[in-house]
C-alpha cells in the first residue's frame, strides 16, 4: 500500500521568515496529493492540492510542488503569520474510484513573533 | 451550519464499555469516512461509505462497526471497549468529484477509555 514520509516533524520559523514542509509517498499510481491544516481542537482543514499532471500551484501565500518522477511534493508558505501556527498534513490517494487518502505523519508548525 | 458534525465532542467511559459516536454531514455529499487519530496525531483510515455502502475496511478490530442510516450520516459504535482504543475519531466527507477527493472533516470525538 501506499506510505507517505513527512519531514520536519516540528519546524520553528520567525514571523515573516518561508516555511517548507517535504514529503515523499510511495506508490506511483497516485495522482491527488492534498495539503491540511489542524489547529488545536479542530479538524483537518484543507488548504490547497495539487494533481499529478500539475508541477506547481499557488494560493496566496501558501505554494505546493510536485516532482513525480522523484515521488515528492512540498508546501511552502511565505510571509508567515502566528495564525500559521498548527500541525500540517499532507497526503496522497489515487483519485476518484479510489480515494483513500494515505496522511504524513505532520509537521507541527510554530511561528515565532 | 456546520459541514460535518460529530456527537459528542468528548467521551468518557470505562474499559469493556460500548459506545457510540455520530456523525451527520449536510453537504450532500454521498461518502464518508471515519479516522482515527492517535495520541502522535497519526491519522488514519478506518472505514468509508457510499451511499449506505461500505467502500473501505482498513484492518480495524471488529468491535468497531460503522453503521450509515442514510447517505448523510455515518455513525460509529465501539463494542467491548480497550485502553487502545483511546483516540480522537473525525468523521469526514467528500463529494468524489473527479479526479480529486476534497474531504471534509468534522471537528473530532476525543475518546479517553480508562
Known amino acids: 500500500g501506499e506510505n507517505v514520509e513527512q519531514h520536519p516533524s516540528t519546524l520553528s520559523v520567525q514571523e515573516g521568515d518561508s516555511a517548507v514542509i517535504k514529503c515523499t509517498y510511495s506508490?506511483?499510481?497516485?495522482?491527488?496529493f492534498p495539503w491540511y491544516k489542524q489547529e488545536l481542537g479542530k479538524g483537518p482543514q484543507l488548504i490547497i492540492d495539487?494533481?499529478?499532471?500539475?508541477g506547481e500551484k499557488k494560493d496566496q501565500r501558501i505554494a505546493v510542488t510536485l516532482n513525480k518522477t522523484a515521488k515528492h511534493f512540498s508546501l511552502h508558505i511565505t510571509e508567515t503569520q502566528p495564525e500559521d501556527s498548527a500541525v500540517y498534513f499532507c497526503a496522497a490517494s489515487k483519485g476518484f474510484g479510489n480515494e483513500k487518502l494515505t496522511f504524513g505523519t505532520g509537521t507541527r508548525l510554530t511561528i515565532i513573533p | 451550519d456546520t459541514a460535518v458534525s460529530q456527537t459528542p465532542k468528548y467521551l468518557v467511559t470505562q474499559m469493556g464499555n460500548d459506545k457510540s459516536i455520530k456523525c451527520e454531514q449536510n453537504?450532500?455529499?454521498?461518502?464518508m469516512y471515519w479516522y482515527k487519530q492517535d495520541s502522535k496525531k497519526f491519522l488514519k483510515i478506518m472505514f468509508s461509505y457510499n451511499n449506505k455502502e461500505l467502500i473501505i475496511n482498513e484492518t480495524v478490530p471488529n468491535r468497531f462497526s460503522p453503521k450509515s442510516p442514510d447517505k448523510a450520516h455515518l455513525n460509529l459504535h465501539i463494542n467491548s471497549l480497550e485502553l487502545g482504543d483511546s483516540a480522537v475519531y473525525f468523521c469526514?466527507?467528500?463529494?468524489?468529484?473527479?479526479?480529486?477527493?476534497?474531504?471534509?472533516f468534522g471537528a473530532g470525538t476525543r475518546l479517553s477509555v480508562l
Open positions: 453537504l450532500g455529499h454521498d461518502t
Open positions: 506508490d506511483s499510481a497516485s495522482n491527488y
Open positions: 469526514a466527507s467528500s463529494d468524489r468529484i473527479p479526479p480529486q477527493n476534497i474531504q471534509y
Open positions: 495539487i494533481r499529478s499532471n500539475v
